[in-house]
């Protein structure tokens, strides 16, 4: 009887290998776009002076915050009203609190610092697990067995230390974003 991962063909290993690769390389560059934005590499970096701050969602608490965009290298004459849109996880900030933001179109804000940073992180441990499965059977599949390999071949130890680490980031990331 074949174990749960057993896949009964090293064809099938290899197809999921495959799979598994491009899922997590996609993911990967997914949360690799929004860290640049959440980390203030991309756009135009200024403070939001915040007039409104509302909770939107019955069942999420995502919040919206309304206010005045002041450009970090501008005047006053560059301030224009804009929206940002914090998230699940974003912060409920009272009217007249200077948040820092980036300015990616026009009208179009999002926050900057550390826990949107760790928001993007739990993606990025789940493209780093498909990574790590990926490698584990594509490892296997090259030894000519339908079963992923952890141990035998350099590829199977590297998926290995891939899915760990993913589990490493993901709680951390976690941990971050609810205690903050």
């Not at 999420?60 to 224009?80: E, K, M, Q, Y």
């Not at 071949?153 to 490493?168: D, P, Q, Y």
Request: contains cysteine; positive net charge.
């Amino acid at each position: 009887m074949p174990s749960s991962t057993d896949l009964g063909h090293p064809a099938k290993a290899a197809l999921l290998a495959v799979v598994a690769t491009l899922l997590g390389l996609a993911v990967l560059l997914g949360a690799a776009y929004e860290l640049r934005q959440t980390a203030g590499m991309v756009g135009e970096r200024g403070s939001l002076t915040v007039s409104e701050c509302s909770i939107n969602g019955s069942r999420g608490r995502a919040i919206l915050c309304r206010g005045t965009f002041l450009p970090d290298n501008g005047s006053a004459v560059d301030a224009t009203s804009v929206t940002m849109f914090s998230g699940l996880f974003g912060e409920l900030h009272s009217p007249g609190t200077r948040v820092p933001v980036t300015r990616l179109g026009p009208g179009e804000v999002e926050p900057v610092g550390w826990r949107p940073s760790a928001v993007v992180f739990v993606p990025a441990a789940f493209g780093l697990l498909a990574l790590g499965v990926a490698a584990c059977y594509a490892s296997g599949a090259r030894l000519g067995s339908s079963r992923p390999d952890f141990q035998e071949t350099l590829i199977g130890r590297t998926g290995r230390a891939l899915m760990i680490a993913s589990l490493v980031v993901g709680a951390a990331s976690a941990f971050t974003v609810w205690s903050t």
